[in-house]
T-cell receptor, first 113, second 116 residues
């Protein structure tokens, strides 16, 4: 049972435009969310996180939005750069679930120069 | 810090053979996770340890899979006997867990396992 879902396997965006990656979750007890970026032949690296007490967190070109009522979060990248081309994983955890991290299936982003 | 170190980077073996994957977490981290990456399920949690103690192994697919963490600086994931459907990339990740902290996981580069 996939508790964290990324329904778009891939996304292509022109350089300089906005990239929006989406993630849905089913467990209302999740209270901490993260995005990871993964390049080929490397492990995932932490990108940005958000606690459930917030609805937005920004770090440079990256912003994560959380909509708790819809159980939905999104990652915005503005402006997109070719170096952003990678697989992006959404993850969620809940303190009362032992802080296990549940990951989505990933979205492959291609930024076209 | 060298980060999370996994070995080997690539493993090719024949069906029925025993496979052992190794992981050295970041020094000072007290939690360690084993994940398997597949196209269908993304990053699938197999097992995780806290302070060297296995907390949840419900993600381990079968009895053929076992994991150990004999000390804070080393963990192994063993598959015996291996099967072709075990072919995947296996990641180890470590984190620093503490009361009231929001933990981040740091991943190794993974082991690409191919079972022929």
């Amino acid at each position: 049972d996939q508790q964290v879902k990324q329904n778009s396997p891939s996304l292509s965006v022109q350089e300089g435009r906005i990239s929006i990656l989406n993630c849905d979750y089913t467990n209302s007890m999740f209270d901490y969310f993260l995005w990871y970026k993964k390049y080929p032949a490397e492990g995932p690296t932490f990108l940005i996180s958000i606690s459930s007490i917030k609805d937005k967190n920004e770090d440079g070109r990256f912003t994560v939005f959380l909509n708790k009522s819809a159980k939905h979060l999104s990652l915005h990248i503005v402006p997109s750069q070719p170096g952003d081309s990678a697989v992006y994983f959404c993850a969620a955890s809940a303190e009362n679930r032992g802080n296990q991290f549940y990951f989505g299936t990933g979205t492959s982003l291609t930024v076209i120069p | 810090d060298a980060g999370v170190i996994q070995s080997p980077r690539h493993e090719v073996t024949e069906m029925g053979q025993e496979v052992t994957l190794r992981c050295k977490p970041i020094s000072g981290h007290n939690s360690l996770f084993w994940y398997r990456q597949t196209m269908m399920r993304g990053l699938e949690l197999l097992i995780y340890f806290n302070n060297n103690v296995p907390i949840d192994d419900s993600g381990m697919p079968e009895d053929r899979f076992s994991a150990k963490m004999p000390n804070a600086s080393f963990s192994t994931l063993k598959i015996q006997p291996s099967e072709p459907r075990d072919s995947a990339v296996y990641f180890c990740a470590s984190g620093a867990r503490g009361a009231g902290t929001n933990e981040k996981l740091f991943f190794g580069s993974g082991t690409q396992l191919s079972v022929l």
